[in-house]
């Protein structure tokens, strides 16, 4: 051990290279704040951006959607319109076809009641 000066002497030797540390951390601290605060107005103003563009792309698909669904739509009434009319048609065919059924039905029974009756 040295003399009581000696130690002195060393312990504000360390005593002010903490205190260096200290201010050299304190200075990183203030420039790491710094940064961060540029490097999160950079991050909003790029999501800002983002959120634009995103609101524009959904904006365009909505509209291509409504338009595709209008067309859409006027297919599907066009082919019930289709459909009807066909079911028109195969209901006439059915009344002709029943008819003659009925028709024959009438020359059958006529032919058996005047055999039976003769």
Do not use: C, P, Y
């Not at 504000?12 to 961060?36: C, M, W």
């Not at 067309?71 to 209901?91: H, K, T």
């Amino acid at each position: 051990m040295g003399s009581l000066e000696e130690r002195i002497t060393a312990v504000e030797a360390q005593t002010d290279a903490h205190t260096r540390a200290i201010d050299g951390l304190r200075h990183d601290l203030a420039d790491f704040r710094a940064e961060v605060r540029t490097e999160i107005a950079d991050l909003r103003r790029d999501m800002t951006a983002g959120d634009a563009a995103l609101r524009a792309e959904v904006a365009d698909i909505r509209r291509d959607m409504t338009a595709g669904d209008a067309a859409l739509r006027v297919e599907i009434n066009e082919l019930r319109a289709e459909m009807s009319r066909r079911f028109d048609i195969m209901d006439q065919k059915f009344l002709w076809l029943a008819g003659t059924q009925v028709a024959t039905l009438l020359a059958v029974v006529g032919v058996l009641a005047g055999a039976l009756f003769r």
